[in-house]
């Protein structure tokens, strides 16, 4: 097809506000193409601390992507789980017409993007999971980050999307225990149904007693791996406490302009626990001499073969109520998991 006039493009424009704006959509130039995209995976995580005027302004959206350039003040466009259909070519671009790609792509009906740059699905992979190939790969680099061992006391605090992720993979190494910190019930129990041993409800530091006393046997007490990925800063502190000596506390969340309050006093201290920052857009500097982001990225399409992450999908709203969809992120009474955003087949 020729290039539309004009797409559909998604603008967080201020704290709680987003808009759905007609933009000029450009043609693919030499090496790139043009996708309508099928399905977007909305970030529970950076998209929502955008949406709630709590990310840093003067950040750079992402400076590894090119798809997200500027920084992340109001207004901007934002996203990175995008599955579409090739449906033009540029000049001296050798590609299939109507083949599906994943890219880091904002939400928005068209983009154009260099071929290079897109993901190819593997043949018969469900559209909607392959959305969720950025949250696979973060679990992936969070076991990358933390090691964790065999035999070892782990616990996940946060059964979001990347939690429960993060929990799938540790399932499959035997621990001696993997345990769930969430304070929402179905979050809960699908972890146990992805492995955990046991799951809890309370991500405050006075709240995790149970947890503690699960993990005092056997010796020695307390957990050897701690994941922080709830993205509340409160949950910081309750992960630091439930490390045993010589913990690893492995903080996936990013809190933006919220600030964790922690008691680093003479427990902590004495512990000798290690905090270590997460962070998938690198790779551990240790592993980078055998691991690149393109071998990660593929064993993420091997995981999520081997997990069923559609499930995890709680609702799915139209492109064009997409403002539905933040306010449905945000609002307790009505408990969301995975949100994506369905496109029409033509804009």
Not at 78 to 87: N, Q, T
Not at 171 to 192: C, E, G, I, K, N
Request: glycine share 8%; net charge neutral; hydrophobic share 45%.
């Amino acid at each position: 097809m020729t290039s539309p006039a004009d797409r559909q493009a998604l603008f967080f424009t201020g704290p709680s506000t987003v808009e759905v704006r007609r933009e000029a959509c450009p043609a693919p130039a030499p090496g790139e193409v043009l996708v309508r995209t099928v399905v977007s995976a909305i970030s529970a995580g950076t998209e929502l601390l955008i949406f709630r005027g709590l990310a840093p302004a003067r950040m750079a959206a992402d400076a590894t992507l090119g798809s997200l350039p500027g920084s992340l003040a109001f207004p901007l466009k934002y996203g990175y789980a995008c599955v579409g259909r090739i449906v033009g070519l540029g000049p001296n671009v050798d590609a299939r017409l109507g083949m599906l790609v994943f890219a880091f792509q904002p939400h928005q009906t068209y983009f154009t993007a260099p071929l290079a740059d897109l993901v190819p699905l593997p043949e018969g992979f469900p559209v909607e999971r392959a959305a969720l190939l950025p949250s696979a790969e973060t679990a992936i680099n969070f076991l990358h980050d933390g090691r964790p061992l065999t035999g070892e006391k782990v616990v996940v605090f946060g059964q979001g999307v990347v939690g429960l992720l993060t929990t799938a993979l540790l399932s499959s190494m035997p621990l001696q225990a993997l345990l769930t910190v969430d304070p929402d019930a179905h979050r809960r129990r699908t972890s146990l149904s992805l492995g955990a041993s046991a799951a809890f409800d309370s991500l405050s530091s006075d709240g995790v007693a149970p947890v503690v006393a699960t993990l005092a046997e056997p010796a020695p007490p307390g957990a050897d791996l701690v994941y922080e990925l709830s993205g509340d800063p409160a949950a910081l502190d309750a992960a630091l406490r439930v490390a045993g000596f010589d913990g690893r506390v492995v903080i996936g969340s990013w809190y933006g302009e919220k600030r964790a309050t922690l008691d680093l006093g003479s427990e902590f201290h004495r512990s000798r626990i290690r905090l270590i920052a997460s962070q998938v857009s690198t790779l551990a500097p240790s592993l980078r001499g055998r691991w690149t982001h393109a071998r990660r990225l593929a064993y993420a399409w091997t995981f999520l073969e081997k997990v069923a992450a559609e499930r995890l999908i709680s609702h799915r709203v139209p492109f064009a109520e997409a403002g539905e969809a933040y306010l449905l992120l945000t609002d307790p009474r009505r408990p969301a998991l995975q949100v994506v955003l369905t496109y029409p087949d033509e804009d």
